[in-house]
């Protein structure tokens, strides 16, 4: 089965009187179960890939399928909807909720999707355990570094079990060690849960664990190989 | 807790200095609403009852052109019994039948014309307060009696007082010449200078008597128990009339009195309006401005999977909370300063001149009242809903990665 459907899509950005090809008639396939690492020089177009895919942006051009449906003409209403129920995306900066906790920011998408109120509780402080985030689920993200606001955001993105996660950069801020076990986390739910990821990173030990990876440059793909992950 | 809902009340306390400021303008004037209209609507009634209560009753039963012509033949015949007719049928003592007359009364040194009633003793004193107010000798008594009661400055104009006798002369019912020596029983003052100085009442008989009425009056005053039985009482009225008389409330017979209220009540009714305009405002500006600044935060929460129209109701329910805050420390604050007044009564300057035009006391209770005290307020609250409407629907128009990228 095809949990995203790319085809031939562009998107173009005006900057002042330069037009930029974010996406460049791109074209790509990515399986149920699939974990892809994208990898580009900065600007390469994977944020805005990420963005198409989860119909955050719409590209100008192109098709754009999401667990065979195609979303390039779906209202903002349903494209939420959409989110809600099979999408969890990392953003590059992690974007907590202010006013929340750590924990009511890992149960936010649960309570919006309506999760009755006890199950949200489990759920969220045994997320928040693998994370490595015991003890801070009382924090706003204004009282947590960096590194602990990415591995909420982290946590808020995979508690709700989507079929599909988007993670931009989410090991950006994490030390070596941590990010180790944040991959080992998402490698676990691949494995048993068949969710698909899909990674932007630059970071070379995120790529070791993906079963393909994906270059581009300009809006392009350039090279797209499968491997055997680590 | 819901999560809407939580969020709304969380964000209300984000800035919280400003969520003060804006519910402190809707308890300003939430609280000046109650207590202006409370203050307003009890100067009103106090208008009415005292201005009522001097001579013309709720309603009267008349000859159909008096009203606006108060010629002596437009008479209503035998009308006392129509009188005694009417206290039977409606079962109440608060009627009594009147007769009218202009006359020239003179004491030994000088002479006046002036307005002269002529009065069921028994009767007078439940639809007029003019027989409670006899500062001198006493109210009329008997029917027949050659006795009147005169205002206080006409007493003193014509220098006579309680025991001396005074001469009226005036035209009788069928333009005969009309002439009587009557003896003074009491002097009233009414603190209304009109009344004070042109006005004499005396017995129905003896009126009847001195103007050859033979039997005929001019009205029936009718005092109902409250101003709001008034209509009901009329219809019972004017279904038992004969087609020679009708009946008239008291906006027919006290135009003026209708007029001054409503005159005064639209110049307050545009002020407050403005009032409710300018909390409308403040109320737009503070959640134009809290809608803009959480830009980033709406396109997050957005690309999480919240509709649209769930983030714009997040914005109308943090107004509602604001609102409600506004509206239920404003009801309590304003029925409190109207409850103290009530019992403390308020005067201001200027009153004075008020009072005197209106017969009212110098002092006035304002009552407090559930219906007063909501009102305003209310208004406030739909208009602070409202002002929220714009910011909400602002938020669908809102493109999550572009709102993520504002800061
Ligand atoms: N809103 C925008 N307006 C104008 N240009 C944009 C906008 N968003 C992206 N771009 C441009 O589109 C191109 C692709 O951007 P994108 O963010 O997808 O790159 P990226 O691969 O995610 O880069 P990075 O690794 O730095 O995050 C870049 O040249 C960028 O400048
Ligand atoms: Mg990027």
């Given at each position: 089965m095809t949990a995203v459907r790319c085809v031939d899509i562009c998107k173009t950005y005006r900057q002042g009187d330069q037009d930029i090809k974010a996406l460049d008639h791109l074209s790509i396939d990515i399986e149920k179960g699939d974990f892809v690492c994208l990898m580009s020089p900065s600007g390469g177009g994977k944020t805005t890939l990420l963005n198409a895919i989860g119909g955050l942006d719409i590209p100008d051009s192109g098709e754009v399928w999401v667990a065979e449906q195609r979303i390039d003409q779906m209202s903002k209403g349903q494209l939420a909807d959409l989110r809600l129920a099979n999408v969890g995306f990392v953003f590059q900066a992690y974007n907590?909720?202010?006013?929340?906790t750590a924990q009511e920011n890992v149960e936010f998408v649960m309570q919006v999707q309506g999760v009755p109120a006890k199950e949200r509780r489990s759920k969220s402080l045994a997320i928040l355990e693998e994370v490595g985030l015991r003890d801070l689920e009382d924090r706003r993200p204004a009282e947590m570094s960096g590194g602990q606001q990415q591995r909420v955001a982290v946590a808020r993105a995979i508690v709700s079990r989507p079929e599909l996660v988007l993670a931009d950069e989410p090991t950006a801020n994490l030390d070596s060690r941590t990010s180790d076990e944040l991959m080992e986390l998402f490698t676990e739910l691949n494995k048993n849960h068949s969710t698909t990821f899909v990674i932007a990173t630059h970071d070379q030990r995120v790529q070791r664990y993906a079963k393909r990876l994906v270059r581009m440059r300009d809006g392009r793909i350039v090279d797209d190989i499968e491997q055997d992950a680590a | 807790m819901n999560i809407v809902l939580r969020l709304a009340w969380r964000n209300l306390w984000r800035h919280a200095r400003r969520t003060w400021l804006t519910i402190g303008a809707m308890v300003f004037s939430n609280t000046l609403l109650v207590f202006m209209i409370s203050f307003q609507f009890s100067m009103y009634g106090l208008m009415i009852d005292n201005t009522l209560q001097?001579?013309?009753?709720?309603m009267q039963v008349q000859a159909p052109g008096y009203k606006d012509d108060q010629k002596m033949r437009q008479v209503v015949l035998d009308v006392q019994p129509l009188a005694e007719r009417l206290r039977g049928e409606l079962d109440s003592e608060t009627i009594a039948a009147r007769g009218w007359a202009f006359g020239l009364a003179s004491s030994e040194e000088r002479s006046y014309g002036i307005g002269i009633y002529g009065v069921e003793p028994e009767f007078e004193g439940n639809v007029s307060n003019i027989p409670g107010l006899i500062k001198d000798g006493q109210y009329l008594g008997k029917s027949d009696a050659m006795d009147i009661v005169i205002g206080g400055m006409l007493a003193r104009n014509l220098r006579v007082g309680v025991g001396d006798e005074l001469t009226l002369l005036g035209s009788g019912l069928d333009g005969s010449f009309a002439a009587a020596v009557v003896t003074i029983v009491g002097v009233f003052e009414s603190g209304v200078k009109e009344i004070d100085r042109n006005i004499a009442e005396m017995p129905l008989g003896a009126f009847q008597e001195v103007f050859y009425m033979e039997g005929a009056g001019h009205q029936v005053v009718v005092l109902a128990p409250t101003l709001n039985d008034a209509p009901l009482v009329e219809r019972r009225i004017a279904a038992t009339l004969p087609d020679n008389l009708v009946v008239h409330d008291w906006v027919a017979l006290q135009p003026g009195l209708k007029q001054a209220i409503q005159a005064d009540m639209s110049s307050a009714f545009f002020m407050y309006g403005i009032l409710v305009i300018l909390v409308a405002f403040s109320v737009l500006n503070t959640q134009l401005m809290s809608v803009l600044e959480r830009t980033h935060e709406f396109g997050v929460v957005m690309a999480l999977g919240m509709r649209p129209g769930r983030l714009g109701r997040l914005v109308m329910l943090e107004t509602t909370l604001m609102g409600l805050i506004g509206f239920l420390l404003g009801a309590a604050v304003g029925a409190l300063l109207t409850y103290w007044f009530s019992v403390n009564g308020l005067s201001y300057p200027g009153m004075e001149e008020m009072a005197a035009n209106f017969n009212l006391p110098g002092r006035v209770y304002p009552q407090v009242s559930l219906l007063k005290t909501l009102f305003g307020p209310a208004v406030v609250f739909l208009f602070t809903l409202l002002a929220a409407v714009y910011p909400a629907l602002r938020l669908r128009r809102l493109h999550p990665v572009e709102a993520m990228r504002t800061i």
């Open positions: 907590l909720i202010p006013v929340l | 001097v001579f013309s009753g709720h």
